[in-house]
């Protein structure tokens, strides 16, 4: 069977739709099919395919489409903001790159909201398409700021936009009951049109990059906390920060190191020095021994605000490190609280203090914790499951497909 797994985001980059799609590829490839990848190029100035080579120029398609948005919307809708324009100027250029790549295939697996309406419009009606959808960007926007409101005419878009990605599919896949409810409360998606299938990750694969000597090393006599998330607002990195400016005045037996880069690193790194962090805060950005770096934490911490089913978390249970997690999305699903990690209010800098405080004072708590952690993953993050229940999705509009 001839497969194309598309998304509108840029790939590889640090994040669960590329491990998701990584883990996809290879196993739809281990059952004798062709898979081709449809995706932004990381310079997000072409299309791309990443495993066969084939390229397209953004501008050869953009400037063109670009033009006609902008001339209707001046001409018959000229209140609409910058904001709207952009976004549909992004999808009808994506939609019309993919029928330059050509759509010749038995199925389209699509990964987020943009290319599921996009391929939706433009693939011929017999070939099935399936989209698992990741996230709500609907809500990302109001965290960061992007949409000022839910009275807004920028959210009435990103509402509509949530809701034609969600349906305009044969089949759509979340990987948490909360996004299950998040669309189908808020954004008024049908319940039976979606079904949950939580990730799953090649964990042999994951603790072969976990042995590669890492490039950093813990500093000596210092307890470790890590946070892998990219430095945007969702992830809510304002908060660890508060939380750890108010432990540095109690122990200073420890370093927190922050990987990952994005927009919001300049905010953070002088928000980091305002509270007196520099001796214990280390923005180490992008990195590519991630598995490795963890391995060498004793608490791992992810602040979010808004998140759903981050991958972060599945490995560092893995490697049964003690976690402190907000409750953010679909994050209490994956640690139960007391038991298998501590949970904080999504936004509470004080929860987090106080979590991170009785870590570092209590070893004993925290190897249990961790122990507990990693029997848990071990029983629930296979990779296998996830395929298993993703292809009984599929094979119920293409056929059996092992």
């Not at 998701?20 to 190029?41: E, F, I, K």
Request: glycine share 8%; aromatic share 8%; proline share 4%.
């Amino acid at each position: 069977m001839k497969i194309l797994l598309a998304t509108y985001w840029y790939l590889p980059h640090v994040g669960g739709v590329s491990t998701y799609v990584d883990n996809m590829q290879r196993s739809l490839q281990s059952l004798g099919h062709s898979v081709d990848v449809l995706a932004h190029h990381p310079d997000m100035q072409h299309y791309y395919m990443p495993n066969n080579g084939r390229s397209l120029k953004k501008t050869k398609i953009k400037d063109v489409v670009y033009e006609k948005v902008l001339r209707f919307y001046d001409q018959q809708l000229p209140l609409v903001d910058d904001w709207i324009r952009w976004r549909e100027i992004e999808r009808y250029s994506y939609e019309t790159a993919v029928t330059v790549f050509g759509l010749d295939y038995d199925l389209i697996l699509t990964q987020d909201i943009v290319s599921t309406r996009a391929l939706w419009r433009v693939k011929p009606n017999h070939v099935p398409l399936i989209a698992t959808i990741h996230g709500c960007l609907a809500l990302e926007y109001l965290v960061s700021g992007e949409v000022s409101g839910r009275g807004s005419l920028a959210w009435k878009y990103a509402a509509a936009e949530e809701y034609y990605g969600a349906v305009s599919s044969d089949a759509t896949i979340v990987p948490t009951a909360w996004l299950k409810g998040v669309l189908t409360r808020d954004f008024g998606i049908a319940q039976d049109r979606l079904t949950v299938i939580p990730y799953g990750m090649d964990i042999d694969q994951f603790l072969r990059q976990v042995r590669r000597a890492p490039a950093l090393h813990r500093p000596h006599g210092k307890k470790l906390i890590v946070c892998p998330a990219r430095l945007v607002p969702v992830k809510g990195h304002k908060h660890l920060l508060d939380a750890l400016g108010r432990l540095r005045t109690e122990r200073g037996d420890w370093v927190c190191w922050l990987m990952g880069d994005g927009p919001e690193r300049g905010a953070l790194e002088q928000q980091s020095r305002s509270l007196g962090l520099q001796d214990h805060v280390v923005f180490l950005g992008g990195r590519n021994d991630v598995p490795s770096l963890l391995n060498q934490a004793d608490i791992f911490v992810l602040p979010s605000v808004q998140d759903n089913h981050p991958f972060a978390v599945m490995e560092a249970q893995v490697l049964g490190k003690a976690l402190v997690v907000s409750d953010a999305g679909g994050i209490p699903e994956m640690v139960a609280h007391g038991k298998t990690g501590l949970v904080a209010q999504a936004g509470s800098a004080d929860e987090l203090h106080s979590h991170l405080r009785h870590l570092l004072a209590d070893d004993d708590h925290r190897r249990v914790l961790g122990r507990a952690a990693r029997k848990w993953a071990l029983d629930q993050w296979s990779v296998q499951t996830m395929i298993d229940r993703t292809l009984a999705v599929y094979a119920r509009h293409v056929g059996d497909m092992r």
